[in-house]
């Protein structure tokens, strides 16, 4: 099997509360995007194990997308070798879901090749034991998340931009953003109360109370928005935890132009993207 897996952008992302359990309680707009991980999935005898392009991708154990399979397998109850390699293109811990949206991938496409053994409110069940994120991933459509990321409706976005990403050369640690969150100093929530189901998306909407406090430990982020802001995006923010930040410009030539000059930055990775509605 070869499954296309998606990155996603968090268009808005408020911080409400901490619950006792150490999760935090959160409001966010996410959406996927074209930028894809492949993953090629083989069937056989043996254990599962898992193959990467990229070097600094761990493929043991630590891995979503073993994970993933391997906790189908023990709801299956059937014990059956499956080899996964990833081409990976989304660069990880850049706040794009990259591993989140693997393990998505493996619990939708082994629940589609046994012949769904498994209704979907249970492969959402299976995902959110992995990852807050990976239930949005096997929901398949833009939505508002709430809770620890797990309650999901769907947001049907009428959205007029073509998306520029980019990826900064360097991963942040979700935990370590978290840790150091202060909330505060939180500031979305006025903006999402008037946020509407019915109206285009526009770029004034961008918020992420995570921001301020990736970009205080990694300024490096704040001179991505700067060089982003420069090129007359219509608006900038940050993905998830970071370290990717993204641009939203009105057109295709407009994106494009915009990354050839980005692109020169040593270190930095440039994607332009549509969303995936």
Known sequence: MEVFSPAK????????????????????????????????????????????????????????????????????????????????????????????????????????????????????????????DVPFFLFKKSALATGIGEKLEEYPLKFPYKILIVYPGFSVLTADVYKNLNLRLTNCKKKLKSLSLKQEFDAQFLCNDLEYVASSMHPEINKVKKAIVKQEASGVLMSGSGSSVFGLFPDSSSATKAGRVLSLNKGWRVFVVDLIN
């Open 9 to 132: 952008v968090n268009l808005f992302l408020h911080i409400s509360g901490k619950r006792p359990d150490g999760y935090h309680e959160i409001a966010t707009l996410m959406s996927c995007v074209s930028l894809y991980d492949i993953l090629h999935i083989s069937f056989g005898n043996g254990a599962t194990s898992l193959t990467c392009t990229d070097p600094e991708i761990p493929c043991d154990e630590k891995n979503h997308a073993i994970k993933a399979s391997n906790l189908f397998f023990k709801n299956f109850k059937k014990k059956v070798g499956v080899k996964i390699h990833i081409e990976k293109n989304i660069p990880s811990g850049a706040g794009l879901g990259g591993g989140s949206s693997n393990a998505a991938s493996v619990l939708s496409a082994l629940n589609s090749h046994f012949g769904y053994p498994f209704p979907k409110e249970e492969i959402m069940s299976m995902g959110l034991e992995i990852g807050a």
